[in-house]
Antibody
Framework: QEQVVESGGGVVQPGRSLTLSCAAS????????MHWVRQAPGKGLEWVAV????????FYSESVKGRFTISRDNSKKMIYLQMNSLRVDDTATYFC??????????????????WGQGTLVTVSS | QSVLTQPPSVSGAPGQDITISCTGN?????????VHWYQQLPGRAPKVLLY???NRPSGVPDRFSGSRSGTSASLVITGLQPEDEATYYC???????????FGGGTQVTVL
């Protein structure tokens, strides 16, 4: 079935870096836009970043712009989130999510599906 | 503070109908950007419930429906079931922020 699986979470000190990975399976990976969404403990959902099919277009939320970098490797069916200068308020479960429809669409047209199970990032000294 | 405003909680007895509102503004819902709804069961990842206002993925019961009016959208659960206890999020796009935006989430309790 179509699924995405995150990995790479853990405990990291403020100011340090961490890279999350997401492995996709069960669908034509290169045909889909991919996202990262996060959820702080006990809080709501926050969109983080998006990368388009060939990796040429990337967009970020204001809260992570300049610190986080999204990338993808279509040959490996993977996306990544390089997180630098981590802050305490970056503590969250990070979900890898696929665009609900294949192809290129403006941001927001499509829904987000499927979601991975999430990987927890804790930023603490 | 979320860009899209949802009530923090809604409750109802089994069989009752409930409505969850999602209020935005002229830069998101009011600008005709699509609204999607997600259900998050306790301890689980969110899953899409309705996409593009009122389209149900396969497997989602038809007691879930959605609509839009002006700068707001609504999710209606008709005939509430115990398994509907979850947190529900609306999601759209904001042209001023150039980002996807979510509502703060609504916790549904079945009494």
């Amino acid at each position: 079935q179509e699924q995405v699986v995150e990995s790479g979470g853990g405990v990291v000190q403020p100011g340090r870096s961490l890279t999350l990975s997401c492995a996709a399976s069960g669908f034509t990976f290169s045909a889909y836009v991919m996202h990262w969404v996060r959820q702080a403990p006990g809080k709501g959902l926050e969109w983080v970043a998006v990368i388009y099919n060939d990796g040429s277009l990337k967009f970020y939320s204001e809260s992570v712009k300049g610190r986080f970098t999204i990338s993808r490797d279509n040959s490996k069916k993977m996306i990544y989130l390089q997180m630098n200068s981590l802050r305490v308020d970056d503590t969250a479960t990070y979900f890898c999510v696929r665009d609900g429809d294949a192809g290129w669409s403006p941001l927001g047209v499509n829904w987000l599906d499927p979601w991975g199970q999430g990987t927890l990032v804790t930023v603490s000294s | 503070q979320s860009v899209l405003t949802q009530p923090p909680s809604v409750s109802g007895a089994p069989g009752q109908d409930i409505t969850i509102s999602c209020t935005g503004n002229s830069s998101n819902i009011g600008a005709n950007y699509n609204v999607h709804w997600y259900q998050q069961l306790p301890g689980r990842a969110p899953k899409v419930l309705l996409y593009r206002y009122n389209n149900r993925p396969s497997g989602v019961p038809d007691r879930f429906s959605g609509s839009r009016s002006g700068t707001s959208a609504s999710l209606v659960i008709t005939g509430l079931q115990p398994e509907d206890e979850a947190t529900y999020y609306c999601q759209s796009y904001d042209t001023d922020l150039t980002s996807l935006v979510f509502g703060g989430g609504t916790q549904v309790t079945v009494l």
